[in-house]
């Protein structure tokens, strides 16, 4: 028990550094994926095509999971028959619905390469739709099987009020408890049918994301080798389409092998403790690299940023040049030649 309400590791799940980073993490994501949306919006080239509406979402999608992460500063207790997710708020919820808008999005960007039916009005309508199924499944599963009750008051550990500082035995604390074997009525352990049956939905559900953006992957790729490309634009196209799966391999490493081990880990009977909130805090790294990462990559978005720091340096110091009365004021108002 001392083990698990002291870790070594504790100064890291816990406290100041728990909370700064993913605080850190945020502000990184935030201002990474807005120079990226910025880079997208001062490259106004017709050869990015729809890519274009596929990288912006992947940026909206990191700022918004970003700051779920900081406002929600999970924690998360692995034991041998479940686990306790302990966020202080319970906004994490919406931050998991970014996948919804990246299958949309794919869907949308392999129909408009392959077949060329749908309009955009009719996508917008139609990610919506799904994202509302989507979620409101998540909530539903939640609900009937995953939040607080008198069995799990009872149980909660007493160390999450050292560790956590939280008492997951207050009726007034909100949490979620994974639990697959719950004590029955003689004191063992058994099966617990409405968990099992919440995982299977999540799982079904992620499964069937992963189905679509690997079909949609592939259809993308196809096609594109049946089309003929002037030089520039191929070159371009390739860039874009090898962005595309980095955006999609990056989550896979940072976010969903975690979250897949989250999900499976308890059915082995492996007890890992706190070590569940370094997987959480894991999950909180990508979001806050994707945007560099396509910057970097594609050479006309790297461009477009330094066009655009360019445009702001030149116009203020063209301003000066042509107002030399302008300079000479300042210098004798601030006593200094004013910065550029």
Same mark, same amino acid.
């Given at each position: 028990?001392?083990?698990?309400?002291?870790?070594?590791?504790?100064?890291?799940?816990?406290? $100041?550094?728990? #909370?700064? &980073?993913?605080?850190?993490?945020?502000?990184?994501?935030?201002?990474?994926?807005?120079?990226?949306?910025?880079?997208?919006?001062?490259?106004?080239?017709?050869?990015?095509?729809? /890519?274009?509406?596929?990288?912006?979402?992947?940026?909206?999608?990191?700022?918004?999971?970003?700051?779920?992460?900081?406002?929600?500063?999970?924690?998360?207790?692995?034991?041998?028959?479940?686990?306790?997710?302990? $966020?202080?708020?319970?906004?994490? &919820?919406?931050?998991?619905?970014?996948?919804?808008?990246?299958?949309?999005?794919?869907?949308?960007?392999?129909?408009?390469?392959?077949?060329?039916?749908?309009?955009?009005?009719?996508?917008?309508?139609?990610?919506?739709?799904? /994202?509302?199924?989507?979620?409101?499944?998540?909530?539903?599963?939640? =609900?009937?099987?995953? !939040?607080?009750?008198?069995? @799990?008051?009872?149980?909660?550990?007493?160390? &999450?009020?050292?560790?956590?500082?939280?008492?997951?035995?207050?009726?007034?604390?909100?949490?979620?408890?994974?639990?697959?074997?719950?004590?029955?009525?003689?004191?063992?352990?058994?099966?617990?049918?409405?968990?099992?049956?919440?995982?299977?939905?999540?799982?079904?559900?992620? %499964?069937?994301?992963?189905?679509?953006?690997?079909?949609?992957?592939? =259809?993308?790729?196809?096609?594109?080798?049946?089309?003929? &490309?002037?030089?520039?634009?191929?070159?371009?196209?390739?860039?874009?389409?090898?962005?595309?799966?980095?955006? #999609?391999?990056?989550?896979?490493?940072?976010? /969903?092998? $975690?979250?897949?081990? !989250?999900?499976? +880990?308890? +059915?082995?009977?492996?007890?890992?403790? @706190?070590?569940?909130?370094?997987?959480?805090?894991?999950? %909180?790294?990508? $979001?806050?690299?994707?945007?560099?990462?396509?910057?970097?990559?594609?050479?006309?978005?790297?461009?477009?940023? +330094?066009?655009?720091?360019?445009?702001?340096?030149?116009?203020?110091?063209?301003?000066?040049?042509?107002?030399?009365?302008?300079?000479? @004021?300042?210098?004798? #108002?601030?006593? @200094?030649?004013?910065?550029?």
């Amino acid at each position: 028990m001392d083990d698990q309400a002291h870790p070594v590791y504790q100064w890291i799940i816990t406290g $100041p550094f728990h #909370t700064a &980073f993913f605080i850190v993490m945020g502000v990184i994501s935030v201002v990474s994926s807005s120079a990226l949306i910025l880079s997208i919006y001062a490259s106004r080239s017709s050869e990015i095509g729809a /890519y274009r509406y596929l990288i912006l979402c992947f940026a909206v999608g990191d700022i918004v999971t970003s700051i779920m992460h900081a406002v929600a500063l999970p924690h998360l207790h692995m034991t041998s028959t479940g686990y306790w997710y302990l $966020p202080r708020n319970d906004w994490i &919820f919406f931050s998991k619905g970014g996948i919804v808008v990246l299958v949309v999005t794919f869907v949308y960007i392999a129909s408009r390469s392959c077949f060329d039916r749908f309009r955009p009005i009719t996508w917008v309508a139609l990610s919506t739709v799904i /994202y509302v199924l989507y979620m409101g499944a998540l909530f539903g599963v939640s =609900l009937y099987a995953l !939040m607080p009750s008198d069995y @799990s008051r009872s149980v909660a550990p007493r160390f &999450f009020i050292d560790l956590y500082g939280m008492d997951a035995s207050d009726p007034n604390s909100g949490y979620l408890l994974v639990t697959l074997k719950r004590l029955d009525a003689e004191g063992n352990l058994s099966w617990h049918a409405p968990t099992l049956i919440a995982l299977s939905v999540a799982g079904t559900l992620l %499964a069937g994301t992963a189905a679509a953006i690997f079909l949609c992957i592939c =259809l993308i790729n196809a096609h594109m080798k049946t089309l003929s &490309f002037a030089p520039k634009t191929r070159k371009l196209q390739r860039q874009l389409y090898k962005v595309l799966l980095i955006q #999609t391999s990056v989550p896979c490493v940072f976010c /969903y092998i $975690p979250l897949a081990i !989250m999900l499976f +880990l308890p +059915l082995t009977g492996a007890d890992i403790g @706190s070590f569940g909130t370094i997987l959480v805090m894991i999950t %909180a790294i990508f $979001p806050s690299i994707e945007g560099l990462i396509v910057i970097l990559m594609i050479p006309l978005f790297r461009r477009a940023i +330094l066009r655009f720091l360019h445009i702001a340096f030149e116009t203020k110091m063209t301003f000066y040049m042509a107002n030399p009365a302008k300079v000479s @004021s300042e210098i004798n #108002t601030r006593g @200094s030649i004013p910065r550029i």
